[in-house]
Each structure stands twice: as structure tokens, then as C-alpha cells.
């Protein structure tokens, strides 16, 4: 490990050198721009595989706001009573 980085744990474990883990990060990260070079992607000449590039994923922003929006239609549908989830909204669990 680095200098900055004392120690890494994920999900309350150690971090294992020997598994690969995937990492949603923003695009400047992945090319050195922040001084990680750990987190450098392939094209920039560091080691991580970029599995959706900026110019064709979706920024974080506008994922994070879509998922907002439909929290926010998702509570509309709720008041629309039983007859209308029955039609809308199908249970995958028996027991839900």
C-alpha cells in the first residue's frame, strides 16, 4: 500500500491483494487526477480495466437523480389504492 492509505477494509473484511473488486468512481479519479495512481485505468497506462468509460456510461449525478425522482413517483403509485398496486406492482416474495 501507499503512503496515504494506512489501512482497507471492505464490508468489515481485509482487503485481499489476490481478488479483483469493482469500483464506481468518477472519471478524473480513474485518470490520475487526483495523484491515486492505484486507480489508474488502462488507456492512461495504469492497471484497472474501465468497464463504462464517461463518454459512454451515464454520469453519477444524473444516475443519482433519477433514482431520487422515481423514490418520488414510486410514492405517488402508493396512494393510488389496493385495486391499482394490484395491476401496477407484482410480489415476488408470497409472504410480502
Same mark, same amino acid.
Given at each position: 500500500?501507499?503512503? =496515504?492509505?494506512?489501512? $482497507?477494509?471492505? &464490508?468489515?473484511?481485509?482487503? #485481499?491483494? &489476490?481478488?479483483?473488486?469493482?469500483?464506481?468512481?468518477?472519471?478524473?479519479?480513474?485518470?490520475?487526477? #487526483?495523484?491515486? =495512481?492505484?486507480?489508474? $485505468? @488502462?488507456?492512461?497506462?495504469?492497471?484497472?480495466?474501465?468497464? $463504462?468509460?464517461?463518454?459512454?456510461?451515464?454520469?453519477?449525478?444524473?444516475?443519482?437523480? @433519477?433514482?431520487?425522482?422515481?423514490?418520488?413517483?414510486?410514492?405517488?403509485?402508493?396512494?393510488?389504492?389496493?385495486?391499482? &398496486?394490484?395491476?401496477?406492482?407484482?410480489?415476488?416474495?408470497?409472504?410480502?
Amino acid at each position: 500500500m501507499g503512503s =496515504r492509505i494506512l489501512s $482497507v477494509e471492505i &464490508d468489515g473484511s481485509p482487503l #485481499d491483494n &489476490d481478488r479483483i473488486y469493482v469500483l464506481a468512481t468518477r472519471g478524473y479519479m480513474g485518470r490520475g487526477k #487526483d495523484g491515486y =495512481r492505484s486507480l489508474l $485505468v @488502462q488507456p492512461e497506462g495504469g492497471e484497472c480495466e474501465e468497464v $463504462v468509460s464517461e463518454e459512454n456510461g451515464m454520469l453519477i449525478s444524473a444516475m443519482l437523480r @433519477q433514482y431520487f425522482m422515481s423514490l418520488t413517483v414510486l410514492a405517488k403509485w402508493k396512494g393510488w389504492g389496493p385495486s391499482l &398496486d394490484r395491476h401496477w406492482f407484482v410480489s415476488v416474495c408470497p409472504s410480502c
